[in-house]
């Protein structure tokens, strides 16, 4: 398998992270934002997108939300692979943290995955995320409250699973 890249995306990656938020695998499991979002989130210093590639051709992305905030807290928005159960996502994400760690000065990584999303969470643990409490009806998705469990990962926990 090609070597994953990961670039910063532009707003000219919007129609591939639209389409990859609206495929069936991910109903259900992650939310989607129209175009004028993403470009709002783009052009907000706050946000960093992220494009996996190999040869060239988009695998994914993940959207950092508190890019470099004061408080040392990044949060992990979204992070949507098209090559799912190939270890794709788990080679991105880790790619995409070891970015926030080396370019900002960020003390803690955290995300929120569907209580019901079992594999995500067995992904994210096995990176070095851990489990720190359940948000209950947390997300709204497709009209339904649902819970979510949040998960984090600090600096020196990272820099020890490497």
């Not at 989607?32 to 494009?51: G, I």
């Not at 992990?76 to 760690?101: M, P």
């Not at 409490?133 to 469990?149: F, K, M, N, P, T």
């Amino acid at each position: 398998m090609a070597c994953l890249d990961i670039v910063r995306a532009s707003t000219h990656d919007i129609p591939f992270i639209m389409a990859s938020e609206r495929t069936p695998a991910y109903r259900g499991l992650v939310g989607s934002w129209e175009r004028t979002q993403h470009e709002e989130a783009l052009a907000d210093s706050r946000y960093a997108y992220f494009l996996g590639r190999r040869a060239h051709k988009a695998v994914g992305f993940v959207i950092v939300r508190d890019w470099a905030s004061k408080d040392r807290v990044t949060y992990i928005k979204r992070i949507i692979v098209s090559e799912a159960g190939q270890g794709t996502g788990r080679e991105l994400l880790a790619k995409v943290v070891d970015i926030i760690f080396a370019e900002t000065n960020a003390w803690r990584v955290w995300l929120e995955t569907l209580a019901h999303n079992t594999r995500a969470q067995h992904v994210y643990e096995k990176l070095g995320f851990r489990r720190e409490g359940v948000s209950r009806g947390a997300a709204l998705l497709d009209g339904q409250h649902l819970d979510e469990v949040m998960m984090a990962v600090l600096r020196p926990e990272w820099r020890a699973e490497r």
